[in-house]
């Protein structure tokens, strides 16, 4: 009974701290942008579409910030709805998706110079592009479904439940996408292990 | 137990599953005690991370070369709904005047010389228009009092009686018969008793 009640307190807690998260929209675009852009960046393929996306994100969270019922993450939520402004994208320019959107895709090599020289030596770091390229080439052949649910879990460390509710599908097909996801993945990478 | 747990490595399957980070309890056994397999999880995995820390550290960097634009507070949606509506109450307003100024129009003073009777189309215009136009224009409005009113219709009969002279000038001007170049000429404007019927009457009879 006691374990209960500290759980319910726990998640009230937990809900407030999210809703006063999302009244300070200068602490929520700087603590959640760079993820949320990954993530739309790399599900679109376009760096420049992705910050607008992110940008139309952020406005319709804090817009909507009073339907935030503090039952997920508030990384989960905004990831949900980037999802939806993706898939309205998706639907607007079904099928130049990807194709010209290479033309403002990220370099790697130029990303790869990002990280921090303490951490890797020079040859780790070519390693770290090698497979960075294929992990991005590989994503570019997924489904939109699987690319989705690969980078909400391994950019957004979602957990596949979490994913599951945010894109209202069942926790089986979430699982089976992530594994086809893994399995392209896998095979791209594999010749440079 | 723990032998049969070495004795099966992993499949591809199970190494693909404890990446997503659905471990059962006996993979997640095997692999706390079986060294090749949490090997080929951690190559697996390799690529996965580098991904992850390259892609992080170029959406930081360019995260922060963006602005923090922040959104429209609901107060400025309220404002902007204000002004819009203010907007809309001053056309109403500038649409219900313009009418009534035109009515009121005919009323206002004409001043008018008995050489403004005269046919002339410009003539006629102005004494039509002017009045009203003045009054648009200086904002004449109909309450005001007695005094204020005989005060400010001197001037303006003044200046209509000028801008009438002004008109009729110009229509006299424009009425004077100016020395064209033609006439040097002798030039005649085509009739209908022009010389080639003259010539075709004469051909005919």
Known sequence: MQLALDATLTNVQTSERSSSELEDIDALVRTYRPRLLRFVTFSIGDADLAESITQDCFLKAYNGRASFRGDCAVNTWLTSIAMNLIRDQQRLQKFRFWRQARATAIDVNEAANFLPSKECSAESRVLIKEQTKHVQAALANLSVNQRSIFLMRFGQDMELAEIAAAIHMPLNTVKTHLHRALKSVRAQVGGIR | ?205
């Open chain 2, 1 to 205: 137990m723990k032998s049969s747990i070495h004795l099966v490595h992993l499949s591809d399957d199970q190494i693909l599953n404890t990446l997503s980070g659905d471990v059962s309890a006996g993979v997640a056994a095997h692999l706390a005690n079986c060294s090749i397999c949490s090997r080929r999880v951690a190559e697996a995995e390799a690529p996965i991370a580098s991904f992850k820390a390259v892609t992080l550290a170029w959406s930081e960097r360019r995260s922060a070369t963006l602005p923090l634009q922040p959104p429209a507070a609901p107060p400025l949606a309220w404002h902007r709904r204000a002004v819009m509506a203010a907007t809309a109450t001053a056309a109403l307003l500038v649409g219900i005047s313009v009418p009534l100024v035109r009515n009121e129009a005919p009323s206002a003073p004409v001043v008018t010389s008995p050489a403004t009777a005269t046919p002339s189309s410009t003539a006629e215009v102005a004494t039509v228009s002017t009045p009203a136009l003045t009054a648009a224009m200086q904002h004449k409005i109909p309450e005001a009092p007695a005094a204020v009113e005989t005060a400010q219709t001197k001037p303006q009969d003044e200046q209509i009686a000028r801008d009438n002279q002004m008109l009729q000038n110009i229509d006299r001007a424009l009425d004077n018969s100016v020395e064209s170049p033609a006439d040097t000429y002798e030039l005649q404007p085509i009739s209908s008793q022009g010389p080639a019927r003259e010539r075709a009457k004469t051909l005919e009879n």
